[in-house]
């Protein structure tokens, strides 16, 4: 009988620092049994690369993280604050066994998370996570490390150089962001120093913002889930282009020279015809979510691409990629995976391809980003406190009558959240007063169910 998975969401395990997950004794834990689970190969040296973004938690548990794995035997790099997509590619170039991001990506200061990675840069499958968990409840205390096998921890001190590096060469050769104007928000995460410092080497005028974390400041007012003041000040310093990462930078959201806000679908449609007329993208299909716009899908298809799509989760997202061979996939949210360049969501090498677009085409941001007219869209949240209401079944009788009242005219997208206690409740339509009577209704729904 498979393993089932418990500690781990879709997006690794996350929590409340200092409280059940989030605690040192759940991070010693993970590095001892992740760190016996990827040492069965051959009988070598294992190293795992460790990095984090700015939390004030992290160091702790980082340090937790460092033990676990050492007392497994497994050496442990560390990087410090790196983008998550570093990680990946560091684990992947540096032949580690492992990759390990200590972050809670978008959430504030006072969560935070494990991410992990395979050997070849990719996150865990569900069935390996639940693997890792299994052998979590068991005692290990008998295939730790010797004392002469014990794992040795060293600090890589070019990291943020090699990622920089990274970074610049998924740019097209040729070409140069000289006499653009770009304003870079970094979400006081883990992309502060190496992301302003990878536009302006490729010679764009740099305005940094959300730069200078405290270990308390991780996405407080600022990065993707909170663009206000990024737009403000692409307007205010007459910017050419205004980028907005998250807390970990594998998210980007786009400001135009207007202060005009663009998400992840119409940087998707943008890459998938520009990739397209260059003959770069990959069997002319684009995988993303559940949640990307109708609009976006229309768009596509008078292009002649396909949109296939995934349920909601990068890792989903680039399972699907991987197995029908695309190269470009994403989420409305902002994560954008381009994987001729990352295995997993990269903000500034998805940040690059649209100055890239800009460049070789000689317009503006809000020429190149207006993809696609969306479709009238609502997303709203019902917190609920014990097991999920949608597991209820007046819950489908609900979703019964949305589907119907949207038949042929929109559609509903109804799920939990993987990271928090959570319904998602989305519908959109080409009626607006359709779409916000539908989700008003089903939240209704929900709230009765759960007192909130």
Not at 12 to 25: D, H, L, Q
Request: with cysteine; hydrophobic share 40%.
């Amino acid at each position: 009988m498979a393993n089932k998975r418990s500690l781990f969401g879709t997006d690794g395990i996350r929590g409340t620092a200092n409280s059940a997950p989030m605690t040192v004794e759940v991070a010693q834990k993970l590095g001892q049994a992740a760190g016996l689970y990827f040492m069965r190969s051959e009988n070598r040296r294992h190293s795992v690369v460790l990095g984090k973004d700015t939390r004030l938690s992290g160091y702790m548990l980082e340090c937790a993280l460092v033990a676990g794995f050492l007392s497994a035997g497994m050496d442990v790099i560390l990087v410090g604050p790196l983008p998550t997509p570093a990680i990946a590619m560091l684990t992947h170039s540096l032949r580690a066994d492992l990759g390990v991001m200590i972050s809670a990506s978008h959430n504030p200061f006072t969560d935070n998370g494990i991410k992990l990675f395979g050997p070849d840069g990719f996150k865990l499958s569900d069935g390996v996570e639940a693997d890792i968990e299994a052998l979590m409840a068991e005692d290990l205390s008998d295939r730790l490390a010797s004392p002469a096998e014990i794992g040795k921890a060293s600090r890589l001190n070019d990291a943020a150089g090699r990622y920089i590096e990274n970074a610049k060469a998924s740019f097209p050769r040729g070409l140069r962001l000289d006499g653009l104007k770009i304003v870079i928000d970094c979400a006081n995460g883990s992309a502060y120093r190496v992301a302003p410092k990878a536009l302006w080497e490729l010679g764009a005028e740099v305005i940094k913002i959300g730069t200078n974390p405290d270990g308390l400041n991780i996405n407080d007012g600022v990065g993707s889930t909170h663009p206000e003041q990024l737009c403000a000040a692409v307007k205010e310093h007459k910017a050419d282009f205004g980028i907005a990462l998250d807390g970990d930078a594998d998210r980007v959201l786009i400001a135009d020279e207007n202060g005009n806000l663009v998400d992840g679908d119409q940087i998707l449609g943008l890459i998938a015809t520009f990739w397209k007329q260059h003959d770069r993208l990959n069997g002319n299909i684009v995988v993303a979510t559940i949640m990307s716009n109708m609009g976006l899908e229309k768009a596509l298809k008078k292009e002649g691409l396909e949109l296939q799509r995934t349920a909601v989760g990068d890792r989903y997202v680039v399972e699907r990629m991987r197995e029908i061979g695309s190269n470009l996939g994403g989420e409305q949210s902002g994560h954008m995976v381009l994987s001729d360049y990352a295995t997993t969501g990269d903000g500034l090498i998805a940040a690059l391809q649209v100055l890239a677009v800009s460049v070789e085409t000689k317009k503006p941001a809000s020429e190149i980003c207006k993809f696609f007219e969306p479709y009238p869209q609502l997303l709203k949240n019902v917190r609920y406190t014990g097991e999920s209401p949608l597991k209820n079944p007046s819950i489908e009788k609900v979703k019964q009558w949305a589907e119907e009242r949207l038949a042929g005219r929109g559609r509903l997208v109804l799920r939990a959240s993987g990271t928090e206690p959570l319904i998602r409740v989305m519908v959109e339509a080409e009626d607006a007063a359709l779409v916000e009577d539908v989700v008003d209704t089903v939240c209704d729904a929900i709230r009765e169910l759960t007192g909130e």
